[in-house]
């Protein structure tokens, strides 16, 4: 008999496995090229604003320890710039994948998993408060439907397997 919260439920276990085999099959070069675009896509909004400007001269280093994914976000002009081999961090953010998606999703704020000792902030406390608020004004539904319900059905099954 088909049983789908045991397929869900293995779906959600296999991810991390699956994308961090991903991420040592793509390229580099592909894979920031991705970030970058994603990312210029995602804050054109707040690039257009100025309201990245304290990224200036600054890098904020995340990593997604489960998926060996590490990765450095600055500002370049009006334009954020993507290094997968960061050689600056001002701010490291660090937390697994189900944490981070559930960051996205809206189902866990980041004070409650700094706290839990899930999200780990390194380095200047100042950029990482811009961080943070930035990231707490802006829900998922700015991501495209597809996406922020593929995202959203992910954390409520992180929610009941646990991360």
């Known amino acids: 008999m088909f049983d789908i919260k045991r397929v869900n ?10 994308l961090r085999r991903l991420n ?14 994603a990312l210029n896509r995602f804050f054109c ?13 600054k890098t904020v280093v995340v990593r997604v320890s ?6 450095g976000i600055s500002l370049k002009g009006k334009q ?13 953010l660090h937390a697994e994948l189900a944490d981070f998606i559930a960051m996205i999703s809206n189902q866990i704020d980041p004070d409650t998993l700094f706290f839990r ?3 780990q902030m390194l380095g200047d406390t100042e950029l990482g408060l811009y961080c943070k608020n930035l990231l ?5 539904e700015r991501l495209p439907a597809p996406l922020a319900a593929g995202i959203n059905w992910l954390a409520l099954k992180q929610m009941v397997t646990g991360p």
């Open 80 to 92: 954020l710039s993507v290094q997968l081999l960061p050689v600056q961090q001002d701010l490291l």
């Open 9 to 18: 439920s293995k779906l959600v276990v296999a991810l991390p496995i699956t």
């Open 45 to 57: 909004h707040e690039l257009r604003s100025g309201e990245l400007s304290f990224l200036q001269q």
């Open 117 to 119: 000792r899930r999200l």
């Open 136 to 140: 707490d004004s802006i829900g998922p």
């Open 66 to 71: 489960d998926i060996e994914l590490e990765f």
């Open 24 to 37: 040592r099959c793509v390229p580099k070069a592909a894979q920031g090229f991705i970030l970058q675009l």
